[in-house]
């Protein structure tokens, strides 16, 4: 505000000065006593244009000058990030319109709203939106998708609430409409180096139901999820998590347990006191600076649609194999990963239990290019002599880290008897200043 | 493969010791210090002394603006006293869920362990006007490879004393003599520097990335175009072709590519205009050499000199 106010004085005190230079000169010039005429007007009014145009020059030079004075000023003296940036250019009130100050209206300065650069914007949360656009050909009678689809547009919303805490949100906008697909605050000053989630979010059960669709290597989510996790979208429901480290000297291990309302997908709560539970215990470690291991059990229980006696508990194991060289992490990376899935629901006519699967690999051979394969395994929750099972291969190319194009061909034999051929694709693009992934 | 074994035990068996150090407390307090590059843990170590232990996240080797965030980082991460970050948004991509994994309060932005060194450096390169990705990754906090000017090195060694006496103030003359002992060093440096290129004053090079603003700065050299067509996007046959025409039209001998990078265009473009590709690293650990942040100038002035003799690069 300052460096504003002083550089305004500035180009003043240079037009003055002009002024005062120029109006001596102006004055001399005129003939003493004699006929004005008008040739001698035409001069002088060209002379004034030139004087004015030479002053507007100057003056614009000055300013450019200034204003590059004034970077370098910035640039030189320490300060917060963004400190180097001019100060804002409005004013931070504005004068009260005549008679709003009246009969009752508000007396003194009106604040300014909607600057650009007001300092209220600097708290806005990380804003990003990130589309999912998908298509398919081929035949499938069971599960079909259209054939052009903006499947989901995620929208997110991230921010620090205080010292104590911060704020996540995910909505998804889909044809089916608008939906609350996380939402959750962490606390990040627990004693005991506990870590604490409320909110909606993805249950912490294996892998890829912690993972956003556009995190996902696949165009589709593997089978398995939606046969034993209660559909495609996964476990997803309101409750309450906490995790802890393990500190032990061999591997970094993490306990969690969470507690949910109990109705997602896979489960109904029939009763207030109908909660789900879940645990996990994950280990990782690093086998050489390249490569290491992810492992990770889960457990999760609670009360099925067929009624408040009927439980589920879905038992899971993954393990993922990472390998990325540090002088070519931009260029060449390998990832092998396998979920696997023990179901047993609860049902009229007894217990049903259920296995499914999934492995898969990608291997990014260039920069922008990766390969894929996925074979996908999964008897059905309610009946365990149905079975899905197929192989998918992919190829994704990334224009850039913003932008995924991505083609998988997909092969489904499905318990009813029929096969699925099918070609999908996906365009996932984002905008805005996503925050970054958990690995 | 018993070498491999050999170092592997090693490293569980220190892995193990340090664990057993840190669960009891040592004879003297001794602050844990984790830095997100070998630079600033470099930095750090001659300011610290024996004071502190530090350990880096990124390596040398490693273009720091793509780290995965492993959860072996969130281990070191939970026993900090100190994070020092470099800042401008250069690990914007991987830092803040290791921050927030790593459930230790006292290093997270705005508290006293969190430490941003580019706070009192010189920024060059700050976007001015509509920034968009249309222009690449740009960092619209400015260049975040300004620790390669000496000058910088110095600002970012005093940020570093100061939080250093704040966190432990008992030590704080033993910091002040280590910082002037370093900054000695670092003049002389910066004299046998400039004198080593003084000759080569306005010699225009390429570059891969924008990574090399301060040093040629510093030390008088003329970027005058970048192997990437816009920061972080890949080289285009398009741009390729214009570079090498205006390589030919400047005559210029002399391309720096940083050790992360394919070496595929660079060599191509090298075969074409008779220019020397030097993979010069931006880092402290870069390569085997360079140890420290001082090292890290001795070993890039060097190169550059053997280069530019070599070729005759004006």
């Known amino acids: ?439 | 493969m018993t070498s491999r074994f050999q170092m592997l035990a090693g490293s569980i068996a220190l892995a193990g010791a340090l664990a057993l150090s840190t669960a009891s407390p040592a004879a003297r307090a001794t602050l844990n210090v984790v830095a997100t590059t070998e630079d600033m843990a470099s930095i750090v170590r001659e300011i610290g002394g024996d004071r502190v232990s530090v350990e880096p996240i990124a390596r040398g080797y490693q273009d720091p603006h793509f780290v995965e965030p492993k959860p072996s980082y969130i281990i070191r991460m939970h026993n900090a006293d100190l994070l020092v970050v470099v800042g401008r948004e250069l690990e914007a991509a991987w830092l803040p869920p290791l921050i927030t994994q790593s459930r230790n309060g006292k290093i997270r932005p705005g508290s006293p362990g969190y430490l941003d060194a580019s706070l009192d450096a010189v920024i060059t390169d700050i976007p001015t006007g509509q920034i968009t990705r249309a222009m690449g990754d740009v960092h619209p906090q400015g260049n975040p490879h300004y620790w390669l000017s000496p000058s910088n090195g110095r600002r970012i060694a005093k940020s570093i004393q100061n939080k250093l006496t704040e966190l432990g103030s008992a030590d704080a003359a033993y910091f002040e003599t280590r910082y002037a002992d370093f900054d000695r060093r670092l003049s002389e440096g910066e004299k046998r520097w400039k004198n080593a290129m003084a000759s080569y004053k306005g010699l225009k090079i390429v570059t891969y990335h924008r990574s090399w603003t301060n040093f040629a700065n510093e030390f008088g050299l003329d970027v005058v175009g970048y192997v990437e067509p816009k920061p972080g996007i890949p080289p285009s046959p398009a741009h390729t072709l214009m570079l090498i025409q205006e390589m030919k039209r400047l005559a210029i001998r002399i391309i720096l590519v940083e050790p992360y990078f394919d070496l595929k265009t660079p060599n191509a473009i090298a075969r074409d205009t008779g220019a020397t590709v030097i993979v010069m690293p931006p880092s402290v650990g870069g390569v085997r050499e360079v140890r420290n942040y001082v090292e890290l100038f001795d070993y890039n002035v060097n190169l550059l000199v053997s280069a530019i003799k070599k070729t005759g690069a004006r």
């Not at chain 1, 970077?71 to 030189?76: D, I, P, R, V």
């Not at chain 1, 002599?385 to 224009?399: A, C, E, R």
């Not at chain 1, 850039?400 to 029929?418: D, K, L, M």
């Open chain 1, 1 to 439: 505000m300052a460096t504003a106010n002083w550089r305004s004085r500035m180009v003043r005190a240079i037009a003055c000065g002009s002024i005062a230079l120029a109006l001596p000169w102006v004055s001399a010039a005129q003939p003493p006593g004699a006929a004005a005429e008008r040739s001698e007007a035409q001069a002088l009014r060209e002379e004034l244009d030139r004087l004015r145009r030479e002053f507007e020059s100057v003056r614009d030079a000055y300013g450019t000058r200034l204003t590059a004075l004034e970077a370098k000023l910035s640039a030189l003296e320490p300060g917060p990030p963004g400190a180097a940036q001019p100060p804002p250019a409005l004013p931070a009130e504005a004068a009260v319109p005549a008679g709003a100050s009246g009969a009752g209206g508000p007396a003194g300065q009106l604040p300014v709203y909607g600057g650009t650069t007001a300092l209220s914007k600097i708290f806005n949360p990380d804003i990003a939106v990130i589309g999912n656009f998908l298509g398919a050909v081929g035949e499938n009678d069971v599960n079909p998708a259209p054939v052009f689809d903006m499947n989901e547009v995620e929208a997110t919303f991230q921010a620090v609430v205080d010292p104590y805490a911060r704020a996540d949100f995910f909505l998804a906008f889909s044809p089916e409409g608008v939906e609350i697909e996380e939402g959750y605050l962490t606390f990040l000053s627990l004693p005991g180096g506990l870590l604490a989630k409320v909110g909606k979010f993805k249950q912490q059960f294996g892998k890829v139901n912690t993972l956003h669709p556009h995190q996902l290597s696949w165009v589709d989510s593997p089978i398995v999820i939606g046969n034993l996790l209660g559909g495609e979208e996964g476990l997803n429901d309101a409750g309450v998590s906490v995790s802890r480290l393990i500190l032990n000297p061999w591997m970094f291990l993490e306990a969690t347990g969470e507690v949910y309302r109990g109705s997602s997908g896979l489960f109904e709560s029939h009763d207030r006191g109908d909660v789900s539970w879940l645990g996990r215990l994950r280990g990782y470690r690093d086998l050489t600076e390249s490569t290491n291991v992810d492992f990770g059990t889960s457990l999760v229980w609670g009360r099925n649609d067929v009624g408040p006696d009927f439980a589920t508990r879905v038992v899971g194991f993954d393990a993922t194999l990472r390998y990325r060289p540090l002088r070519r992490a931009i260029y060449r990376r390998f990832m092998a990963r396998s979920e696997l899935f023990w179901s047993r629901r609860e049902q009229e006519e007894g217990a049903v239990s259920a296995f499914g699967m999934y492995a898969s690999s990608d291997y990014q051979f260039a920069r922008r290019w990766f390969a894929g394969v996925r074979y996908d395994w999964s008897e059905r929750a309610h009946d365990a002599s149905l079975v899905d099972k197929g192989p998918s291969v992919l190829l994704t190319f990334w224009p850039s880290e913003f932008s995924q194009i991505r083609g998988q061909y997909r092969r489904v034999r499905y318990a009813e008897g029929v096969t699925a051929n099918e070609a999908l694709f996906q365009f996932l693009f984002s905008i805005g200043a996503h925050g970054a992934h958990i690995f």
